[in-house]
Nanobody, 122 residues
Framework: QVRLVESGGGLVQAGGSLRLSCAAS????????INWFRQAPGKEREFVAG????????SYADSVKGRFTISNDNAKNTVYLQMNTLKLEDTAVYYC???????????????WGQGTQVTVSA
C-alpha cells in the first residue's frame, strides 16, 4: 500500500505563488510516475503536471507551462509543485497521484492523495 499526502494549499492573490508537496509513505515509488491533477467545481479532474521519478522527465498541461514546475526529492519521497503567477482559473482541489505512466491518463493511476485546496482570489 502507498499513502500520498498533499500539503501546501491555501488562499493566495492572483499573481502570487504556492508550493504544493506530495509526501509518500509505504512502498517506495522511486521508479514510478507522480502526476498532479486538479478539479474545479463542476469540472472534470484534469492533468496538471507529472514527473517520471527514475529519469526526471517532466510533462505539463499547456495551461500551466512556464508557470508551474514539478520536482522531486527521492530521499524524502516527496514531489513538489511550485506554482507561480497564479490565476483565478487555477482555483481547484489539487491531487497527487502515483501511477504507472507519466501523463494525463487516469486509468493508469494506482493511488490518489486526498487533495489540497488552492484558491486564487482577485
Amino acid at each position: 500500500q502507498v499513502r500520498l499526502v498533499e500539503s501546501g494549499g491555501g488562499l493566495v492573490q492572483a499573481g502570487g505563488s504556492l508550493r504544493l508537496s506530495c509526501a509518500a509513505s509505504g512502498r517506495t515509488f522511486s521508479s514510478i510516475a507522480i502526476n498532479w491533477f486538479r478539479q474545479a467545481p463542476g469540472k472534470e479532474r484534469e492533468f496538471v503536471a507529472g514527473i517520471s521519478r527514475s529519469v526526471g522527465i517532466t510533462s505539463y498541461a499547456d495551461s500551466v507551462k512556464g508557470r508551474f514546475t514539478i520536482s522531486n526529492d527521492n530521499a524524502k519521497n516527496t514531489v513538489y509543485l511550485q506554482m507561480n503567477t497564479l490565476k483565478l482559473e487555477d482555483t481547484a482541489v489539487y491531487y497527487c497521484a502515483q501511477g504507472r505512466v507519466l501523463g494525463p491518463d487516469k486509468r493508469f493511476v494506482d493511488y490518489w492523495g486526498q487533495g489540497t485546496q488552492v484558491t486564487v482570489s482577485a
